[in-house]
């Protein structure tokens, strides 16, 4: 039984577009970013729990190697910058080496910045954003697209619904999640007719030390995520963000959301954005917020 209305508008819209084949995670050989914790270590878990054989790179080393001896002998542990794209071209080296191929790449790994405005951030927040969340996707995914297509397996670049949601106090990670989607669309088309494919997640508000850190232990940072209406202020687990990309590298999705209360705003952005965007940049409150941020950052300046 569908459960899910989205799953549903695609059950009824697949004799239109038509489904790819689908892929068992079954001996398959799966990277993952951003593998020690959070998202990354429950899908790691998931995938591996499937049968597949799970190589986690994160930049904590040794919580990648206590997490992959927690899952077994079908699971490797990878230290890497993934913003070090020669350290990821030969951690993904490895993995042939120790594996054989690489059928799955998930790029997950991802940081945030703290609240600052485009006028007063550092520059260096800046990049260091970019250069792990995008350019980390793109070094990630590259070197493994070779195997990938000789194997028909799949790419799923971790994006986010702050791709199309106003950037206020957090530009950089916007900014990145959005050239993500990008990376991601270009993919799907270009793997045409390969037999391997790519597709696209989006995440609203997860609850992992990222999120605490960023909308509940900083004020500011938490006043800025109250902003969001509900259904847009739900929250949903590590685990099932997992569940949702799994499910997304079985179905070969093009696209997955979720909460799926996100999904009208998604479809909708073209037009959402242009009176929300108006509407928040005449909101006292949002000017009073972005006031406040940078008394912030210039008190810290002058101690």
């Not at 001896?69 to 993934?82: H, K, M, S, T, W």
């Not at 260096?124 to 397996?153: S, W, Y």
């Not at 909460?259 to 998604?266: D, L, N, R």
Request: charged residues 25%; glycine residues 10%.
């Amino acid at each position: 039984m569908i459960t899910d209305p989205f799953d549903m508008v695609r059950s009824l819209l697949s004799p239109v577009l038509g489904e790819p084949e689908r892929l068992d995670p079954r001996d398959k050989v799966v990277v993952i970013t951003g593998a020690a914790a959070g998202i990354g270590y429950e899908l790691a878990r998931l995938l591996h729990d499937r049968g597949a054989y799970v190589a986690l790179f994160d930049i904590d080393a040794d919580a990648a190697r206590e997490r992959a001896a927690a899952l077994g002998v079908r699971a490797v542990a990878v230290g890497v910058d993934v913003a070090d794209r020669e350290g990821v071209r030969l951690a993904i080296g490895q993995v042939r080496e120790n594996f054989g191929r690489i059928d799955v790449v998930v790029a997950n790994a991802g940081v945030v910045p703290r609240p600052a405005t485009v006028r007063l951030m550092d520059p260096q927040d800046f990049d260091r954003v970019l250069a792990i969340n995008l350019t980390g996707a793109f070094n990630t995914i590259q070197p493994a697209l070779d195997d990938v297509i000789a194997h028909r397996g799949h790419v799923v670049v971790v994006s986010s619904c702050a791709a199309f949601a106003p950037g206020m106090g957090g530009s950089p990670y916007m900014v990145s999640k959005a050239g993500v989607e990008q990376l991601g669309r270009a993919l799907r088309v270009e793997l045409g007719g390969t037999g391997a494919t790519a597709g696209i997640v989006y995440f609203g508000v997860v609850e992992t030390a990222m999120t605490h850190g960023t909308l509940d232990e900083d004020e500011l940072g938490a006043e800025i995520g109250s902003l969001l209406p509900w259904p847009l202020d739900r929250r949903i687990t590590a685990r099932r963000a997992a569940e949702v990309i799994a499910g997304a590298v079985e179905r070969r999705a093009a696209r997955a959301i979720a909460p799926a209360g996100w999904e009208p705003y998604a479809l909708l952005r073209g037009a959402v954005n242009v009176v929300l965007d108006r509407k928040l940049s005449a909101d006292e409150r949002v000017r009073a917020l972005t006031r406040r941020l940078e008394e912030r950052i210039l008190a810290d300046r002058a101690r």
